[in-house]
């Protein structure tokens, strides 16, 4: 039987949390928290006693999708049975930590009416699933939108090889499949800009 690493961004919603204990066998707890939380963590971990089990915490300080991403990635590279409960905190923290997983290629786990349903994230390292040139495409996105014809030609690409990596085909993912990049505008001013998983790949890419 698998025991997991439980990976917690600790907010209001805390029952959340012993359910996740209930009903996925775990080892050690991580608790990830923003300063305002900081009792709250102090509380909990005395509440968290009576399961006996090792608790490592992270205080998120300065840019908290970076330092999300820094934590998740280093975890990932220490542990191979993670698993975060999301539905523990609001769903801007969720929305940032289910974002990280995705990238990283970490299960994750909503509750709702006291269930738990694993969510829909990559089984694998997202940055896996990108290739050389569609890294090149991505981070040619960095500084903001680009018609395709601009990005096009800093990626030294022509139109139809663009099209695949953004769009791809029966056999391979395009960018736009995986989420990474958005298209904005209409038919004849249309752009590509990176999305918010787009933009934390990077991040992650550059760590």
């Given at each position: 039987?698998?025991?997991?690493?439980?990976?917690v961004?600790?907010?209001?919603?805390?029952?959340?949390?012993?359910?996740g204990?209930?009903?996925?066998?775990?080892?050690?707890?991580?608790?990830?928290?923003?300063?305002?939380?900081?009792?709250?963590?102090?509380?909990?971990?005395?509440q968290?006693?009576?399961?006996?089990?090792?608790?490592?915490?992270?205080?998120?300080?300065?840019?908290?999708?970076?330092?999300?991403?820094?934590?998740?990635?280093?975890?990932?590279?220490?542990?191979?049975?993670?698993?975060?409960?999301?539905?523990?905190?609001?769903?801007?923290?969720?929305?940032?930590?289910?974002?990280?997983?995705?990238?990283?290629?970490?299960?994750?786990?909503?509750?709702?009416?006291?269930?738990?349903?694993?969510?829909?994230?990559?089984?694998?390292?997202?940055?896996?699933?990108?290739?050389?040139?569609?890294?090149?495409?991505?981070?040619?996105?960095?500084?903001?939108?680009?018609?395709?014809?601009?990005?096009?030609?800093?990626?030294?690409?022509?139109?139809?090889?663009?099209?695949?990596?953004?769009?791809?085909?029966?056999?391979?993912?395009?960018?736009?499949d995986?989420?990474?990049?958005?298209?904005?505008g209409?038919?004849?001013?249309?752009?590509?800009?990176?999305?918010?998983?787009?933009?934390?790949?990077?991040?992650?890419?550059?760590?």
């Open positions: 039987m698998t025991r997991y690493t439980l990976i961004p600790v907010g209001n919603n805390i029952q959340s949390l012993f359910i204990l209930r009903e996925f066998p775990t080892r050690k707890l991580v608790l990830i928290y923003t300063k305002d939380k900081k009792r709250d963590v102090s509380l909990l971990k005395e968290l006693a009576i399961f006996r089990l090792p608790i490592e915490t992270y205080e998120l300080k300065d840019n908290i999708l970076n330092e999300t991403l820094n934590i998740l990635a280093r975890l990932h590279k220490e542990n191979d049975d993670l698993i975060v409960n999301t539905s523990t905190t609001d769903a801007s923290m969720a929305s940032i930590v289910l974002s990280a997983a995705s990238i990283i290629g970490i299960k994750a786990f909503t509750v709702f009416n006291d269930v738990p349903f694993i969510l829909p994230t990559f089984k694998v390292n997202l940055s896996k699933l990108v290739s050389k040139k569609k890294s090149e495409i991505l981070k040619a996105l960095v500084n903001g939108p680009l018609s395709l014809s601009e990005l096009a030609k800093k990626v030294r690409l022509s139109p139809p090889l663009l099209s695949y990596h953004l769009n791809g085909n029966k056999r391979n993912h395009g960018l736009l995986i989420g990474l990049v958005k298209v904005q209409g038919l004849r001013n249309k752009t590509v800009a990176l999305s918010d998983l787009g933009s934390m790949l990077i991040r992650f890419l550059n760590t």
